[in-house]
């Protein structure tokens, strides 16, 4: 069993430390913290509490409520059948923990949800949430932005898990970090995570880094790409 220590507290907790975090939160964009504050003590809810590394959610789990990560950073990935372990995000305060899965008819954890770091879970039952919603259209059209915005970014995440090769999905990577006028980028996370994010070894990106680099495709200095040949990079994409 994972090291997990829930501290469990029902309705009307003071929750007005938290609430400069969440009007950061998609669901609450729009609203003030005070707004928030009183929102979120008008309807049931509970807080949970997790040391990092602990198991928060295991795949397959249902998903029976709202979930917002109101302090430290989760993380969801999963295990393919050779075992390798393919990080699919990170999920940052105040972000929320399989938005898209509360309603619809499989609400199950798509993947692992492991804390990075120590994590508060401000959680809503699906029931209220639901009441919450209908009577706050703010609520609702933030919601719906959310779900959308995740059905995008997991559509983009199954292009990368399609690409047959590690030169293909970096290369699709670096093309989406730029437009077409512009030839260099900065990358935003490590070869360590870049090779989590591919599902790939470590050694295999930086190969592959080396090998397009070699090929005259870009130029890398650290974490700073320039883009040599656009045409070429393309190609490696349909790989």
Do not use: W
Request: hydrophobic residues 45%; aromatic residues 6%.
């Amino acid at each position: 069993m994972p090291n997990v220590i829930i501290l469990e507290t029902y309705i009307l907790l003071p929750v007005v430390m938290n609430c400069t975090k969440l009007n950061q939160a998609p669901l609450f964009r729009g609203l003030k913290p005070e707004a928030i504050e009183d929102i979120i003590n008008t309807i049931p809810h509970k807080e949970r509490k997790f040391n990092a590394g602990s198991l928060i959610a295991q795949s397959g789990d249902a998903v029976t409520s709202l979930m917002i990560v109101s302090v430290g950073m989760a993380k969801g990935e999963m295990i393919d059948f050779a075992g390798r372990v393919i990080k699919i995000e990170d999920i940052p305060a105040p972000g929320a923990l399989a938005s898209a899965f509360i309603f619809g008819n499989r609400n199950r954890f798509p993947v692992n949800v492991i804390a990075v770091s120590d994590v508060e879970l401000l959680i809503i039952e699906k029931s209220d949430f639901l009441f919450l919603m209908m009577k706050n259209d703010i609520i609702l059209a933030n919601f719906l932005d959310m779900i959308s915005n995740r059905s995008q970014f997991l559509s983009e995440k199954i292009k990368f898990l399609n690409f047959k090769t590690i030169k293909g999905k970096l290369a699709q990577f670096i093309l989406q970090k730029t437009d077409q006028g512009t030839k260099s980028v900065k990358l935003e996370i490590t070869q360590n995570e870049l090779a989590d994010y591919f599902g790939v070894a470590r050694p295999s990106v930086a190969r592959a880094l080396g090998d397009m680099e070699e090929d005259g495709l870009i130029e890398a200095n650290g974490k700073n790409i320039k883009i040599i040949d656009r045409q070429e990079l393309v190609k490696l994409t349909a790989d």
